[in-house]
């Protein structure tokens, strides 16, 4: 079972940058394709980017081109570099082990963990 922790958040402007980080534990980790999502107050969890075992990814069309999803086996580490940061982005993330359906990835377990908050004002 592979467990994830989220950090990086924090407060920016509008147009900053932020990579937020998600460590993971679990001999699985390194085989299975993990996924960003965010959750903005009274939404859903909403799939933002997402990197297989292989390195294929996966973005959401509202932040292709500004995020970028990068994994570190040796760290046991996947990141989400955020660059031209919009308000619209405000929300809780989080990161999830998926599993790609018809080519878009889904939440392979229905626990989300603490997550970390993105807070982008203009």
């Known amino acids: 079972q592979v467990q994830l922790v989220e950090s990086g958040g924090g407060l920016v402007q509008a147009g900053g940058s932020l990579r937020l980080s998600c460590a993971a534990s679990?001999?699985?980790?390194?085989?299975?394709?993990i996924g960003w999502y965010r959750q903005a107050p009274g939404k859903q969890h909403d799939v933002v980017a997402a990197i297989t075992s292989t390195d294929n990814t996966y973005y959401a069309d509202s932040v292709t081109g500004r995020f970028t999803i990068s994994r570190d086996i040796a760290k046991n580490a996947v990141y989400l570099q955020m660059d031209g940061l919009k308000p619209e982005d405000t929300a809780v993330y989080y990161c999830?082990?998926?599993?790609?359906?018809?080519?878009?990835?889904?939440?392979?377990?229905?626990?989300w963990g603490q997550g970390t908050q993105v807070t982008v004002s203009s």
């Open positions: 999830n082990s998926v599993i790609f359906i018809k080519g878009r990835p889904n939440p392979r377990s229905d626990y």
């Open positions: 679990g001999s699985t980790f390194r085989f299975n394709p």
